[in-house]
């Protein structure tokens, strides 16, 4: 990160003991790609909604798209909950968050 800001926000941190002292501030802009490039399928999914109006629905449609896209990736082991031959409604129930 480019950004003054983040560094200082990192020194302040260290010396608060909130982060290891070992933490380092990366400044190279092509860092993030990989993280921008792994959320572009939740940005385009979200942009045709125009937003959410509940913290509560926002956070389980994220959340089953990202869980989604980490079974697609092979990520995600639906064996170790014992759901291989499940139907989707069974595991999203299993894993998303609930009330």
Known sequence: DGYAASHRAV????ADGLVPEDTKVRSSKYL????????????????VMLGFKRFR???TT??????THRIRKG??????LGLKEATAPAVWNTVLPTR
């Open 57 to 59: 629905s926002a956070t």
């Open 32 to 47: 993030n790609n990989v993280i921008e490039q792994d959320h572009r399928h939740i940005k385009s999914r979200t942009y």
């Open 62 to 67: 994220i959340s089953g798209i990202e869980l």
């Open 75 to 80: 990520q995600f082991d639906l064996t170790e």
């Open 11 to 14: 020194r302040e941190m260290k």
